[in-house]
């Protein structure tokens, strides 16, 4: 009996010890899978940013690749307008007499201008104007400036709203840049309410922190511009597109779809960033960040302009050297600029140009360059000949150049004509390098 009692004691105790272990064990379990319920949600977190920042860089290398391809289409297409403009000023001076092709010829030139301002968007795009300056501004200056033309031209039944920080830092910019990005945007978002709705525009300042999301958030301070609507909102599937150029959902009369992609450059422009928050039916967010200007910014990225100092009017009879490789283009310069009393020399090409300067440096007064010349780069054309005369005067021509090439023909003190031009353009910039003293 005794024995009996002892093998129940012991068992007691055993199912005691196994019921413990089995409490102990179910309770390292759940520890054990929590902590890898954590670890893989983490893992997930970290895939999932992989996975937003790796969108954003394809997202940026295809707005870069976008934007080269834009520069290149602008150049030629310059280089097109150029000629048609030329040819129709020339026509100009012969249809008096012929109102139908007079008025022609005004349809011609408008075109051409139509063309030139598609140009200039595609080059804002591409970023690769080169034309800009920069200044300290104030954007709440600038919406303030603004919102009258807006409130004028834009329909009653759409309300508009401010809310601009007070005591808002200044950023370095292009005034007229900025004023276009923000106009476009206005636009963009009034055309989501057809039926009329609000139209916010917002300004604050903030830490990079705050942006740190954002690819390419380096500044440590921003300014940003906000405009929010209540309209049709954007769909997911198209979020990514709507800063490609000529991507549109409108209709193609009602534009070309150029406006963000305009928006995306000018901000890209300015070493900014651009967010968007939207919902189908649920309005659009857009926020542009730029950073806030510093002393030391302004004065690293302001041109150096050279003043020009005025001398007395050369002679009309000078040497003139032209370098283009458009032969059209070529050919109607030297009909003109000979008709008006100038000894002409042509090359249509860098080594004709150089080897042609070389022969006559002493009678050439004045070089019109084209950048985009065969066989030797206008650029490298220009370097051989100021290394022979460092204070030959030369005109650059091209459809568009880089900031920093642009920079450095003013640093130079090196006149540069965009094109398209006219006849007019030519004479008037030979006038001021004759008057210019290197």
């Known amino acids: 009996m005794i024995g009996v009692c002892r093998d129940i004691t012991q068992r007691k105790v055993a199912e005691e010890n196994l019921k413990r272990f089995n409490e102990e064990l179910e309770t390292r379990v759940a520890v054990r899978t929590a902590e890898l319920q954590t670890a893989n949600a983490a893992l997930w977190r970290d895939m999932e940013e992989r996975k937003k920042l790796e969108e954003q860089l394809l997202q940026a290398q295809k707005m870069e690749s976008i934007g080269t391809l834009a520069g290149g289409v602008a150049h030629d297409f310059n ?3 150029n000629i048609i403009q030329a040819y129709a000023s020339v026509l100009t001076e012969h249809v008096d007499q012929n109102r139908e092709i007079s008025n022609s010829v005004t349809v011609i030139k408008q075109m051409v201008q139509r063309g030139s301002a ?8 591409a970023r690769q104007s080169g034309s800009e300056t920069f200044q300290s501004v104030n954007l709440n200056v600038i919406i303030e400036d603004m919102l009258p033309l807006i409130k004028e031209t834009f329909p009653k039944n759409i309300e508009l709203n401010s809310i601009l ?22 636009v963009n978002a009034r055309d989501a309410m057809p ?8 300004t604050r300042s903030l830490d990079g922190a705050a942006v740190s999301h954002l690819n390419d958030a380096v500044a440590e ?7 929010n609507d209540v309209g049709v909102g954007i769909d997911a599937s198209i979020r ?3 800063f490609e150029p000529f991507f549109t959902t409108k209709d193609r009369t009602q534009g070309s779809g150029l406006g963000l992609s305009v928006v995306y450059g000018i901000v890209k422009a300015h070493n900014g960033l651009v967010d968007v928050v939207s919902e189908p039916l649920a309005g659009a967010s857009f926020r542009l960040y730029f950073p806030a200007d510093r002393a030391e910014l302004k004065a690293e990225l302001l041109p150096q302009i050279t003043a020009l100092q005025r001398t007395p009017p050369a002679n009309d009879s000078q040497t003139v050297l032209i370098a283009e490789d458009e032969v059209n283009m070529l050919y109607l310069l030297e009909k003109i600029l000979s008709g008006h009393g100038y000894n002409v020399l042509t090359a249509t090409n860098g080594q004709a140009a150089l080897e042609t300067y070389l022969r006559h440096k002493e009678q050439i007064g004045v070089v019109l360059l084209d950048m985009g010349l065969p066989k030797l780069s206008g650029r490298d054309v220009l370097l051989r000949m100021k290394r022979e005369n460092s204070e030959i005067k030369v005109i650059v021509t091209s459809g568009y150049l880089e900031p920093a090439i642009k920079a450095d023909l003013d640093s130079a003190g090196v006149q540069f004509l965009y094109k ?3 006849p007019e353009d030519v004479f008037k910039v030979l006038r001021n390098v004759a008057e210019t003293v290197v």
């Not at 920080?165 to 206005?186: G, S, V």
């Open 79 to 81: 280089n097109i307008l």
């Open 118 to 125: 598609l140009v200039q968007q595609l080059l804002t795009l």
């Open 165 to 186: 920080q007070p005591d808002l830092p200044p950023i370095l910019a292009n005034k007229n840049q900025i004023e276009q990005a923000l106009l476009n945007l206005c």
């Open 195 to 202: 039926h009329g709705g609000r139209l916010t525009l917002k």
């Open 221 to 227: 301070r921003y300014v940003s511009i906000e405009v």
């Open 240 to 242: 990514e597109r709507i």
């Open 420 to 422: 398209p031009y006219t």
